[in-house]
């Protein structure tokens, strides 16, 4: 036993038991989550091309988007495919190395997207209050670096939370009560003191989501009360509609994550929290592109052109 405690880790696998162990519904939730994964990589991709070959839309708002899709589409490969095993494997068995690769991607992307998801509000306030300096200061390169930042923070709370992870003893059990490899539901299984890594938690996502959403909602005051103080209808109602669809994205993303993460401990089942995880994990990346598509004109009309385009090009011509 001894020997056994002294060892970085003596698990080298862990058994995920997934969304549910109820057998009637395992086929029907399967295919759920395929359609979900399917339309999820499929609207991201067309977001992401959309961006990419419309040139009206290499603006930084849409460099912004661009990227916001890119962390969605990578984000979506990181869980869900360990998660549609689990619905046909009686045993879904993923290594330990696999494990803290899932853990460290998970954290990389989703702090990564809070990052994107505060440069896109800055950006708003830039263009909606101070549009005379819009240009000179949403530069490629202040872009660009606002981007490098994002991923870089991104990375280093990956590599902190996975390195903590890491050093942690796993003794006996290795049955993780969940569809992904989550902080939490490690630390659950550790037999060693897990205080460190829990106080890393709070200091490191506490303090990600105070500063991140403190600038959202300075920025979204500041743009409220220009929009209230401008003489235009029309001028209004195009500001709206520009921080319309980003502000859906960071209700959804911040409120899904609050109710999985942030809740008193006596609060709420296991089964409650792995609901809360789905939306945080499922919903938020399929709703993203389908709200910018679907409420964006600028997303709409650069989608009937390249339509336009694909069309004409696969008509047959007629020699005369």
Known sequence: MGMAVENVSSVTEFILMGLTDQPEVQLPLFFLFLMNFVVTVVANLILINLIFLNSHLHIPMYFFLFNLSFIGLCYSFVFTPKMLMSFN???NIISF????????????????????????????????????????????????????????????????????????????????????????????????????????????????????????????????FSVLHMSSAKGSSKAFSTCGSHLITVGLFYGSGLLTYVKPSSAGSLGQEKFFSVLYTNVVPILNPLIYILRNKDIRLALKKTLKRITNRAEPVVLP
């Open 89 to 91: 494997l009686e045993r």
């Open 97 to 224: 190395t696999g494990c803290m690769a899932q853990l460290f991607f998970f954290c990389f992307f989703v702090n990564s997207e809070c990052y994107v998801l505060t440069a896109m509000a800055y950006d708003r306030y830039m263009s909606i209050c101070k549009p005379l300096l819009y240009t000179v200061t949403m530069t490629p390169q202040v872009c660009s670096l606002l981007m490098s930042a994002s991923y870089m923070m991104g990375f280093a709370s990956a590599m902190t939370h996975t390195g903590c992870m890491i050093r942690l003893t796993f003794c006996d059990c290795n049955v993780i009560n969940h569809y992904m490899c989550d902080v939490f539901p490690l630390l659950q299984l550790s037999c060693s003191s897990t205080y460190a890594n829990e106080l890393l938690v709070f200091i490191v996502v506490g303090t990600v989501v105070i500063v991140s959403s403190l600038i959202i909602c300075i920025s979204y005051a500041l743009i409220l």
